[in-house]
């Protein structure tokens, strides 16, 4: 089994996704509106949002690298999902973001992504990791920009115009477009 960090930034906390976390987990993958941007962009029922955290917890032993639960440090609430995605079919390591609605729109993606970034230059020591954000979906578009992303290409990925942005690590020169 690895060992899953715990990240703490200036408001949250990242820990390992745990069953405790399901009930929070699967009522956010019910929303419409947190699935929107999401996989097929459906809601999800109990039984696959278990398939989803079973996949996510699964992705660290698979990859030595996953998604983590945020919770806020001051009340241990959960309030969502972000971190690191590889799986069969994406086209780099994928930084990704999901929270519940109450706590959208405060900051809290892009404070978790910029500790998540660190991790992934600091500790895993990744050249470089994307976010793939659907076209619409313009507030991750401005989490990936303020988070330094820089949007490299659009793609049609599984049926759905993409925008992908490109993160590297602060001592790389970004890539550059030659005359």
């Known amino acids: ?11 949250l906390r990242l820990t390992a996704l745990t069953e405790r976390h ?14 929107r941007w ?13 398939r989803s955290l079973a996949m996510l917890i699964g992705h660290w032993q698979l990859r030595g690298y ?13 309030i ?7 799986p ?17 729109h405060h900051g809290y993606a892009t404070e978790a992504g910029a500790a998540i970034l660190g991790y992934a230059w600091d500790q895993l020591h990744i050249q470089r990791v994307i976010s793939m954000v659907r076209v619409g979906n313009d507030a991750s ?16 990925f599984f049926g759905s115009d993409t ?10 020169e970004p890539r550059r477009a030659w005359a």
Not at 38 to 50: C, E, F, S, V
Not at 66 to 78: H, S
Not at 163 to 172: D, G
């Open 88 to 104: 069969e079919g994406w086209p780099d390591i994928e930084l990704g973001w999901m929270l519940k609605p109450d706590h959208r």
């Open 141 to 156: 578009d401005r989490v990936a920009e303020r988070l330094g992303g820089e949007h490299i290409e659009d793609i049609d």
């Open 22 to 35: 399901f009930n929070d987990y699967a009522a956010m993958l019910a929303d419409p509106e947190s699935t």
């Open 163 to 172: 925008h992908i942005f490109a993160y590297y690590p602060p001592h790389r």
């Open 66 to 78: 996953g998604m983590w639960a945020l919770e806020l440090k001051a009340t241990g609430e959960f």
């Open 1 to 11: 089994m690895i060992d899953i960090p715990t990240l703490e930034t200036q408001r």
């Open 80 to 86: 969502g999902r972000a971190g690191l995605l590889h």
């Open 38 to 50: 999401i996989g097929d962009g459906l809601p999800l029922d109990r039984t696959n949002a278990w």
